[in-house]
């Protein structure tokens, strides 16, 4: 087994390990190793097929929320004056886009952050995260419990199922686009250092029965 293969293994520290000739191993292994836990790629060409998969559906996803905005939101005819935010107040596209920016966002300084192992990226999505919860549920909120709004309740309702579609869909395209990215990422590491990660996910075979009779 070779230096970088005890690593990637857990049979060696990451860090500052080095190698048969004293030279320092990249530090970069670390992180490689939990793209590769968390992503499980069976093989190279596993995660060349899932970086294009994530990649093209993320984007897909993406666009399709963009579309979702236009035509239900920006062009519905909204009374954009009625129901304005108490937060910050935004009124009802503003509102809209402020979701999927906040749930973009999000969704990447949590994915970033989990690989990363950094805390202050993660500590800002949660923020952003409630942020744009509080959007969607106040149409609904607001109509329902808020005396003198000036919202119906039939129009709160389907003004946060809007606004929660896009709080979904972004996020979730979101989460596809980043693992797409870290899989180029992994792709360029595993390149640069010929490294061959499959025999790892292969199953152990049992002894032969006569192996253990004796």
Do not use: C
């Amino acid at each position: 087994m070779s230096e970088a293969d005890a690593i990637l293994d857990g049979s060696q520290p990451l860090g500052s390990s080095v190698d048969t000739t004293g030279h320092e191993l990249p530090q970069d292994w670390e992180f490689a190793e939990r793209i590769l836990k968390r992503l499980n790629p069976r093989n190279q060409q596993d995660v060349y097929d899932m970086a294009a998969r994530d990649s093209k559906n993320g984007g897909m996803l993406i666009t399709l929320m963009v579309v979702v905005w236009w035509l239900f939101i920006g062009n519905n005819g909204d009374d954009v004056s009625l129901g304005v935010s108490v937060f910050f107040g935004l009124n009802f596209e503003q509102a809209a886009l402020a979701v999927m920016v906040l749930s973009l966002f999000s969704a990447l300084l949590t994915e970033f952050s989990r690989d990363m192992g950094k805390i202050l990226p993660s500590t800002a999505a949660g923020g952003m995260l409630i942020l744009a919860g509080l959007y969607v549920a106040e149409p609904l909120v607001g109509a329902l419990f808020v005396s003198g709004s000036d919202l119906e309740t039939q129009v709160g309702l389907w003004r946060s199922v809007r606004l929660g579609l896009l709080w979904g869909g972004t996020t979730y395209g979101s989460n596809l686009i980043v693992n797409a990215l870290l899989l180029k990422w992994l792709i360029r590491f595993l390149d640069s250092n010929d490294y061959d990660f499959s025999e790892r996910n292969e199953p152990v075979r049992a002894p032969p029965a006569s192996a253990t009779e004796d």
